[in-house]
């Protein structure tokens, strides 16, 4: 059932309408149900795009998408590995999502390994990283 989201020129308010099916939506005449009004403007939300497992790790090897990152800058280093599991789509856990947190408040890697020991299992703790 597609969901749509309007906004209504007549009052400006988001009007968002269920239709019970894409061929409701093609003939629908959709009106604001705030106001009355009948000039509705679809609001186009985010839209998803699918890769390839291989077209990630292309992305995350790409030396362009490194740019900003400085090594020395534990900001820096949180954003870009916050970027690194957004490309893995997958949930990489509590404490990499902690570690993460705590890069992007400024925490220095060394100390967050220190009370993190087991971090990263047989890989090393933050070196790893």
Same mark, same amino acid.
């Given at each position: 059932?597609?969901?749509?989201?309007?906004?209504?020129?007549?009052?400006?308010?988001?009007?968002?309408?269920?239709?019970?099916?894409?061929?409701?939506?093609?003939?629908?005449?959709?009106?604001?149900?705030?106001?009355?009004?009948?000039?509705?403007?679809?609001?186009?939300?985010?839209?998803?795009?699918?890769?390839?497992?291989?077209?990630?790790?292309?992305?995350?090897?790409?030396?362009?998408?490194?740019?900003?990152?400085?090594?020395? =800058? $534990?900001? *820096?280093?949180?954003?870009? %590995?916050?970027?690194? #599991?957004?490309? @893995? +789509?997958?949930?990489?856990?509590?404490?990499?999502?902690?570690?993460?947190?705590?890069?992007?408040?400024?925490? =220095? $890697?060394? *100390?967050?390994?220190?009370? %993190?020991?087991?971090? #990263?299992?047989? @890989? +090393?703790?933050?070196?790893?990283?």
């Amino acid at each position: 059932m597609p969901l749509c989201s309007y906004r209504c020129r007549d009052c400006g308010r988001k009007v968002t309408i269920r239709f019970e099916s894409y061929a409701a939506y093609d003939v629908a005449e959709v009106g604001c149900r705030h106001c009355g009004g009948s000039k509705l403007v679809e609001i186009i939300g985010r839209v998803a795009i699918a890769k390839s497992e291989e077209a990630r790790m292309d992305a995350l090897a790409d030396p362009s998408a490194m740019g900003d990152l400085d090594e020395n =800058d $534990p900001k *820096s280093m949180g954003r870009w %590995m916050r970027k690194m #599991g957004r490309e @893995m +789509g997958e949930d990489m856990g509590p404490e990499f999502d902690e570690v993460i947190g705590r890069l992007e408040a400024g925490e =220095d $890697p060394e *100390s967050i390994e220190q009370t %993190m020991p087991d971090l #990263g299992g047989d @890989m +090393g703790g933050m070196d790893a990283f």
